[in-house]
């Protein structure tokens, strides 16, 4: 049995609970775009904007002047990364398919082949030629150098992959796996190499590649070199250059089985600063996730690995006993999803984001592992209290995607997200700095866990839930008692510290209460052609449908209990697992409209809208298309829902005992209210409103909410992040190490006061250095010799049984107390 219990003063120390006067600094941000990076970048330069909130690689920040540089405080961070996704219809031998009466055949559903891909790419050419230097090689999901990620960095070493890559020997197993497929019954004849091209039915073999034309700067000149490295092995490959909009239609909206693509070089942000990274091993492996080929839809082909969305639901969902079989889970999903190869990473690259030094007073907040972000906006201090910012669009589109505050697609762009996570609240979130769960609206006093293997070999929970906590039984269509004899395996005491929405409505418990009742109904069916069902909504909370064990709502005491089988090992992350929420977006706790406008958006997808329109969230109904909150058309078939709902006296199920009619109706005229002045329903409960906005001029204005019981501002939030960062910057080993002799590795390392940007000689730190061989890992202790020089070595007895060959270092440095460390790989080779 394992019991832990997080003590009330540790969690409300990593509370935002200081009481503040009045919100953020700035009274109004601005936001904007520009066509291309380089007026994005002069602008930033002039003054013309504060910050050009764009992730820029070495080469175009590199090229400025002195002078140039001069003005800009510049951000850089491991952030921005690359890879290949590929279609691997079929999957299975003879790995062919039939589009329109015409019989194909599809490499790419050859999984080692997929796997020889890793090393025909050279990850160092891509990081020197492409990153200009700067960047890392990148071989799996996770950003090197974050937070615990060197587990995944040994695992990936462990299976051989090395920056260079190994073209003869993914040239010999592409081979190898051609010619076993041509040899198969069904292709014999028809799969042949002549005079070195691959052919099948007399026809070229073909790969459509497709390239983000749109991204001139790493995804083309990426896609240019494995273009070449591709045709090496006989295949021929057919480039189709093209932008963000049709990439999107051919890949992610597309039905694979359609065959219009082969692989697509992709592009991502980190997203944030991370500890875990389960649930990224499972968006980028794992099928059930909703990224992978074919997506979640049941009208496609889908890629399915039932063992790989097996492993991630028990590392995510914690159906662990301890530590040790946490990491067993993930580390053995991310080996299958090395293997199946459906996603070959290439490398990280080091984003520049630009800031006018001349605007702001000093340095603000940024995510450590990505870069400018809601929090340094929300910290950030403009010397006139306005901030104005600028995003990339090469379609000079701010608004890409439907604002469908609840879907599973809606808002999932960068450009709308970067704008409404400053509108939302959310009841916790991950630090930027060193991605422990910090409190915003729910407030931890009390987290407990404890687990063990009953005689049948299952994880379960040791904690009693007293029988009077309840759940919503969408079948009932009532709240229902837990009963005596229900265990969990997590227990948490929250208060709530409320502000108000934007509509000026409070927050309560009642929002709560909706999210539960709402995320129900939407994800069961009750019966066939159930209009208030979701089929992506229910695949999305499947997995996780029975881990609620039941919550008890303290109204008077404003106190919410929770039991969860959602569980995990380390007592910081429960407090995010265990937080409440109010929300009812689909797919990121930083999004969400109060409950009269979901209600409303309900009632419109399930009973019909006023004007006609059938609508769905995030559009997966056929011949739907999704709720878009600041669409015209949309919000005039809210504002109608709006107005039926007060004629009708409407009372959202699961919330009759709790809110009289006459508080509803007036909830529903605040809305309306708040409606005909802005001309959008996105009502939330964050520090800013959306004021203006203009989808065609591409323009949103948000203005700062000034109420005195607010309680946060951008001093007490930058106080909460302060850091010490501890960087490696350089490795040094012997240029030939001999099997037996010693090594002796330096190590030299800065330390800065986040968010300062100028390190030190490090006066401070644990740094270990780790041999990583087949057998295991050899583990040894680094001394501090000077400052900023820390020096250990690998004794010859560690290496004098190992075989000649390439061998992978890890060296860690840590700290004490409020400390962010970083971990660093480094290859040697042993002869």
Request: proline residues 5%.
């Amino acid at each position: 049995m394992k019991r832990v219990v997080l003590s009330i003063l540790l969690v409300l120390l990593m509370s935002v609970s200081v009481l503040a006067d009045g919100g953020f600094y700035a009274d109004t941000i601005y936001f904007d775009v520009r066509m291309q990076e380089d007026i994005g970048i002069q602008d930033a330069i002039a003054g013309n904007t504060d910050i050009f909130l764009e992730g820029l690689s070495a080469p175009q920040v590199l090229s400025l002047s002195q002078a140039e540089l001069d003005k800009l405080d510049i951000y850089s961070v491991p952030s921005g990364y690359t890879d290949f996704i590929l279609n691997p219809i079929p999957n299975v031998a003879p790995y062919t398919l039939t589009v329109d009466g015409k019989e194909y055949f599809n490499p790419f559903a050859i999984k080692d082949l997929r796997f020889a891909l890793n090393f025909l790419v050279n990850r160092k050419y891509v990081v020197e030629e492409i990153l200009g230097g700067a960047g890392m090689p990148m071989y799996t999901c996770v950003v090197p150098g974050q937070p615990g990620t060197y587990r995944y960095e040994l695992n990936a070493s462990k299976m051989g992959f090395s920056a260079e890559g190994d073209e003869s020997r993914a040239l010999e197993a592409i081979e190898t796996a051609m010619n076993e497929a041509a040899s198969l019954p069904e292709n014999k004849g028809k799969l042949v190499k002549k005079d070195g091209k691959w052919m099948f039915n007399n026809e070229p073999v073909v790969i459509k590649f497709v390239i983000r034309v749109d991204d001139p700067s790493v995804r083309v000149p990426l896609g240019n070199y494995f273009t070449t490295q591709l045709e090496k092995t006989g295949l021929t490959v057919e480039k189709l250059m093209v932008d963000r909009y049709k990439a999107n239609d051919l890949v992610y909206d597309n039905n694979p089985a359609n065959y219009d693509w082969n692989m697509l070089t992709e592009a991502w942000g980190a997203g944030a600063t991370r500890r875990f990274w389960d649930h990224i091993v499972g968006q980028m492996y794992a099928p059930w996730r909703n990224w992978m080929p074919g997506r979640t839809n049941a009208a496609n082909w889908r890629y399915t690995n039932d063992e790989i969305d097996k492993l991630t639901q028990i590392a995510m969902y914690g159906d662990v006993l301890n530590e040790e079989e946490y990491w067993d889970a993930t580390l053995k999903a991310q080996t299958l999803g090395l293997e199946e190869a459906v996603r070959i990473f290439v490398a990280v690259q080091h984003d520049y984001f630009l800031a006018n030094k001349n605007a702001f007073e000093e340095r603000f907040a940024y995510g450590l592992g990505d870069g400018l972000n809601q929090w340094s906006l929300l910290t950030a201090k403009p010397k006139n209290k306005v901030m104005k910012v600028t995003q990339f669009s090469s379609q000079g589109s701010l608004f890409m995607q439907a604002w469908d505050p609840i879907g599973l697609d809606g808002m999932t762009d960068t450009y709308s997200s970067r704008i409404a996570d400053l509108l939302m609240d959310m009841g916790a979130f991950e630090s930027p700095v060193d991605a422990m769960y910090t409190s915003l609206v729910a407030v931890p006093l009390e987290i407990e866990t404890s687990v063990l293997r009953n005689a049948e070999g299952e994880i379960v929970g040791d904690i009693e839930v007293p029988a009077n906590a309840v759940k919503w039984d969408a079948y009932k269509d009532e709240w229902v008692e837990v009963g005596p004899g229900t265990t969990a395996k997590g227990y948490g005491k929250f208060t709530l510290e409320y502000r108000d929405f934007h509509q000026g409505i409070p927050m309560s418990m009642i929002d709560y209460l909706y999210d539960d009742v709402f995320k129900e109904e939407w994800r069961i069916k009750e019966y066939e052609g159930d209009p208030w069902y979701e089929q992506e909504i229910d695949d999305l909370y499947a997995p996780t449908a029975d881990l609620d064990k039941g919550t008890i709502y303290d109204f008077e005491n404003n106190i919410v209990y929770g039991w969860t089988d959602d569980y995990s090992p380390d007592p910081n992350r429960m407090i995010g697992k265990l937080a409440p929420a109010w929300s009812t977006n689909t797919h990121s706790p930083s999004l969400g409209v109060s409950w009269e406008i979901a209600e409303a958006l309900g009632r419109m997808v399930a009973l019909g809208s006023n004007s006609g329109t059938v609508y769905s969230f995030s559009g997966s109904r056929e011949g739907a298309e999704p709720v878009d909150v600041l669409v015209e058309r949309c919000v005039k078939d809210i504002k109608a829902e709006l107005h039926k709902m007060i004629i009708e006296e409407w009372i959202p199920l699961g919330l009759e005992e709790y809110i009289t009619v006459e508080d509803a109706i007036a909830r529903y005229q605040a809305a309306l209210t708040f409606i005909n002045k802005y001309g959008h329903a996105y009502i939330s409960n964050g520090g800013y409103y959306l004021a203006k906005y203009d989808t065609d001029a591409n323009y949103a204005e948000l203005k700062a909410v000034r109420d005195e019981d607010y309680p946060m501002d951008s001093d007490s939030l930058m106080a909460l992040f302060e850091r010490t960062i501890l960087d490696i910057e350089t490795i040094e080993t012997p240029m030939l190490n001999v099997r037996g002799k010693d090594i002796v590795v330096k190590v030299h390392a800065t330390e800065a006061i986040y968010p300062n940007n100028v390190g030190v000689p490090a006066t401070m730190g644990n740094t270990t250095i780790t041999l990583i061989t087949d057998d295991g890992e050899l583990t040894y202790n680094a001394e501090l010799t000077n400052n900023g020089i820390f020096e250990g070595k690998i004794p010859g007895s560690a290496t004098q049984n190992l075989a000649p060959g390439s061998y992978s270092i890890l060296v860690e440095i840590t700290g004490e107390g409020k400390t962010v460390g970083e971990a660093v790989t480094k290859p040697i080779v042993l002869r």
